[in-house]
């Protein structure tokens, strides 16, 4: 069992950046997927983007792509989601998660209790 904690949210103006982080417990980290999922009010949860467990393959939304970065270290337990342009509408609570296994995934098990994101404009 692995759990997250995420941090770095905040207010930012629009064009802006933010850097969240997720600090997971657990002495094997680098054996779990990880993902970056998003809510806004009256929203469903959204996908943002995932890593694999080894770091090396990404995926995201069509909606960050090329704004959004997702990273990992595994020596420090931790994923990243950088944040470049920010708009209004990625105005969310932000979350991460993990599920135990190799590849990139898109179903998690285990979710942190989200970070707040507010982009101004």
């Known amino acids: 069992q692995v759990q997250l904690v995420e941090s770095g949210g905040g207010l930012v103006q629009a064009g802006g950046s933010l850097r969240l982080s997720c600090a997971a417990s657990?002495?094997?980290?680098?054996?779990?997927?990880m993902g970056w999922f998003r809510q806004a009010p009256g929203k469903k949860r959204e996908f943002i983007g995932a890593?694999?467990?080894?770091?090396?393959?990404?995926d995201y939304a069509d909606s960050v792509k090329g704004r959004f970065t997702v990273s990992r270290d595994n020596a420090k337990n931790t994923v990243y989601l950088q944040m470049n342009s920010l708009k209004p509408e990625d105005t969310a609570v932000y979350y991460c998660?993990?599920?135990?296994?190799?590849?990139?995934?898109?179903?998690?098990?285990?979710w942190g209790q989200g970070t707040q994101v507010t982009v101004s404009s």
């Open positions: 890593i694999n467990s080894g770091g090396s393959i990404t």
């Open positions: 657990g002495r094997t980290f680098s054996s779990y997927a």
């Open positions: 998660a993990a599920r135990y296994g190799m590849g990139i995934m898109y179903d998690y098990n285990f």
